[in-house]
């Protein structure tokens, strides 16, 4: 896995497999704060879910599958989780009848696929996740939107770096 960091918002870590994906996931996972928002965006088949049962699986939540039918499931787990997906969902008024933005009062922390479809979510404790790249080769792009966020960001970017290679990618 590769890491650049960009500015105290913002970081990349580039992954080469399915299996890397998920292990970002988990280092996420093993880091994460009650009450975060994660918005995750990118087009079909990028890792969104791959990299959401990561973070699940470090969670205790295991066999994490994606909600593209059912919107949401939550996990009652070490940390309480919610995992969303907005691909069947047009309407601004539908997501904000889901509740998300209850679940994470409650202290459930979400993972939200297909987030570029909601178009007002809350920023105090947020990090956005933008996923490209082509076959296997993933970059993910983290941005801190708020700071309540701010310790999962920098647990987060300090276990990728530290074993990662920060060379250019």
């Given amino acids: 896995m590769k890491f650049r960091r960009y500015s105290d918002n913002s970081f990349s870590a580039a992954t080469s497999s399915p299996e890397e994906t998920f292990s970002l996931g988990e280092t996420l996972g093993e880091n994460i704060c009650p009450g975060l928002l994660l918005l995750l965006k990118g087009t079909l088949g990028m890792g969104k879910t791959k990299f959401t049962q990561g973070i699940g699986a470090a969670l205790g939540a295991f066999g994490v599958k994606s909600p593209t039918f059912v919107i949401m499931r939550e996990y009652d787990v070490g ?78 970017a300090e276990n990728i770096e530290k074993g990662s290679q920060t060379e250019e990618f």
């Fill in 79 to 156: 940390a309480p989780f919610l995992h969303v997906d907005l691909y069947r969902i047009d309407d601004e008024a539908e997501i904000e009848s889901l509740g998300i933005e209850e679940y994470l009062e409650e202290g459930f922390a979400a993972a939200v696929e297909w987030a570029e479809k909601w178009k007002n979510p809350p920023d105090e404790c947020r990090i956005d996740v933008e996923f490209a790249g082509n076959g296997e080769n993933r970059l993910l792009t983290f941005t801190l939107r708020g700071e309540e966020a701010r310790g999962t960001f920098e647990a987060l």
